[in-house]
């Protein structure tokens, strides 16, 4: 079969317009929007032009790769870290047994490319860490399939730092359209689950809204220390206690890296069989780090469809986008409410506000970065920082090679280390970009 009978149904919405194409009437997005023009060329484009990348090749991601490529999308990456494990097989339908312990992102990209001829699926098997400013830029859009929190953070930050300004005729800088790439960004939850289209600086970015995640729930360090009763316990106690004693000097490891769940499970396993419980494995291990919920393949195919038809619309124009969120809601029928958030006049991602502290003078440089972390603005997980004009140097603390030589402040005043209003750069593993923090005294 050719490219023109293959996608024969696809072209019939790039070639003729109709009662539900984009009739430019967006106007809380990009009031200069033009309505949609049926044209010939746009397959085409599609097909051998668009560049868009799939981050994360799980159960999410296998069928984003899917559906994208069935839409005519043919130049499309994907980037993973992770390897396929026996647990991955029941949903992550591109994985057969034969492919235990091979890269994610390989497999998917070589299996899509043998059922749908034509398309180019490029592999990463890497962190999206590993990737710099220039490997974004490139793309017109970006489709997000994660489970984590914190990789979510990560790359809305990368993209929201690709965006630059231009001066309006009254001088205000606004948004360069051209250099705003979208990002969607779809997530499941056993039966519940979302789609979400992002224009980076333009609408609501992921941090934004971050307060909006529950809170995880807590168990006593008291329990996990001193009487574990089940297999998590065992875990988090390996996660989140022996690793700062086996290690108290090395910075935490992502929760996503094998080899640190490796150890964890490992750590877990030898304090289970030391208190007569069972149920650790390695699987069960991950689950407990990542607070993942079961997930159910039908969740994964609904909300990648969504996701997809969301990144066919904006780069054909061919519909009005969602804007900008629709939850699926599985346990209570088909009901998939819609709604928009609005943005965070003082996110630290996508506002060009500057984010200032209050900050007692007597207050040390270790509890100004405890409040750093546990600031609902900031969650930072172990921030380094240096300060523009500080009175005891630039750098006040500094991970890793430097940690030694700058622990000493930690114990300092904030008085004898900067000045009312002085700026703190902040330098931290869950966001790409550094963060200007402006310190201001309190009394």
Avoid at 102 to 121: I, L, T
Avoid at 134 to 151: C, H, N, P, T, W
Wanted: proline share 6%; aromatic share 8%.
């Amino acid at each position: 079969m050719d490219e023109g009978q293959r996608f024969q149904d696809v072209n019939r919405l790039l070639v003729r317009t109709g009662p539900l194409a984009n009739n430019g009437n967006y106007g809380s997005i990009f009031p200069e929007h033009v309505p949609f023009e049926p044209s010939a060329d746009i397959l085409p484009f599609l097909r051998t032009a668009a560049q868009i990348l799939v981050v994360g090749a799980g159960g999410l991601g296998c069928e984003l790769l899917k559906d994208l490529a069935l839409l005519g999308f043919g130049q499309i990456e994907v980037i993973d870290m992770d390897t396929i494990d026996v647990s991955n097989l029941n949903r992550q339908f591109l994985f057969r047994s034969k492919d235990v312990g091979r890269s994610k992102s390989q497999v998917a990209a070589e299996f899509v490319m043998r059922r749908v001829q034509g398309v180019k699926v490029t592999a990463h098997f890497c962190k999206i860490q590993d990737m710099d400013a220039s490997f974004y830029r490139k793309f017109q859009i970006i489709v997000l399939g994660l489970d984590s929190i914190e990789a979510r953070r990560w790359i809305n930050s990368m993209v929201c730092s690709l965006v630059t300004y231009e001066a309006g005729p009254d001088g205000a800088l606004t948004p360069d359209l051209s250099s705003v790439i979208p990002m969607i960004d779809g997530g499941t939850e056993g039966l519940k689950g979302h789609a979400r289209v992002i224009f980076p600086r333009v609408s609501a970015c992921f941090e934004c809204t971050l307060d909006l995640f529950p809170p995880q729930v807590a168990v006593p360090l008291c329990t996990i220390a001193e009487t574990p009763r089940n297999a998590a316990h065992c875990v988090l106690y390996a996660h989140l206690i022996q690793r700062d004693r086996d290690f108290p000097d090395s910075p935490r490891p992502d929760n996503d890296d094998p080899e640190y769940q490796q150890w964890v499970y490992l750590k877990a396993a030898e304090r289970a069989a030391a208190f007569g419980i069972s149920g650790v494995t390695l699987t069960q291990t991950q689950g407990v780090m990542k607070n993942i919920i079961p997930a159910i393949a039908s969740t994964n195919a609904i909300i990648s469809a969504m996701c997809a038809a969301e990144a066919f619309k904006i780069v054909t124009n061919c519909s009005a986008y969602l804007n900008n969120n629709a939850m699926y809601m599985g346990g209570e029928g088909l009901y998939t409410p819609t709604f928009c958030y609005e943005r965070n006049p003082t996110c630290v991602a996508c506002s060009t506000a500057r984010v200032e502290l209050a900050v007692s003078p007597g207050e040390t440089l270790h509890a100004l970065i405890e409040r750093m972390v546990d600031d609902a603005r900031l969650r930072f997980k172990a921030p380094s920082i240096r300060a523009e004009g500080g009175l005891r140097g630039d750098t006040l603390y500094m991970r890793g090679p430097l940690e030694a030589a700058t622990r000493a402040n930690l114990e300092l005043p904030m008085r004898e280390l900067v000045r009312d209003g002085a700026s703190l750069i902040v330098t931290d593993p869950a966001l790409p970009v550094n963060t200007t923090v402006i310190v201001r005294f309190s009394s």
